[in-house]
């Protein structure tokens, strides 16, 4: 079987985000990622920046609707209101 480049690799790193890979792709990559360093650290960090990104949502999914927030961090919040409070025109993106 041909080996992939690492440009192939990276490119199949990012499709598979998209659309299920085929066989051969995925058989492919996978043997490439065996003997490559650098794809597999593309692979980590590609992984742990969704992770963030899906963490950053449910967090923020998770404040508007104030359910799974403990006291402190409604406390928090409700500080960081209230220090806002009279700039909020200042603090629009
Ligand atoms: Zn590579």
């Given at each position: 079987m041909k080996m992939l480049t690492c440009k192939d690799a990276s490119h199949l790193i990012s499709e598979r985000l998209e659309r299920p890979l085929g066989f051969q792709e995925r058989w492919g990559l996978r043997m490439h990622l065996w003997i490559c360093v650098s794809c597999r650290q593309f692979v980590r960090q590609l992984t742990l920046m969704r992770l963030a990104l899906r963490k950053l949502g449910e967090r923020a999914k998770a404040d508007a609707a104030g359910a799974e927030l403990?006291?402190?961090?409604?406390?928090?919040?409700?500080?960081?209101?209230?220090?806002?409070?009279?700039?909020?025109n200042e603090h629009e993106h």
């Amino acid at each position: 079987m041909k080996m992939l480049t690492c440009k192939d690799a990276s490119h199949l790193i990012s499709e598979r985000l998209e659309r299920p890979l085929g066989f051969q792709e995925r058989w492919g990559l996978r043997m490439h990622l065996w003997i490559c360093v650098s794809c597999r650290q593309f692979v980590r960090q590609l992984t742990l920046m969704r992770l963030a990104l899906r963490k950053l949502g449910e967090r923020a999914k998770a404040d508007a609707a104030g359910a799974e927030l403990s006291p402190e961090a409604r406390e928090r919040i409700r500080k960081a209101l209230a220090e806002r409070g009279g700039h909020e025109n200042e603090h629009e993106h």
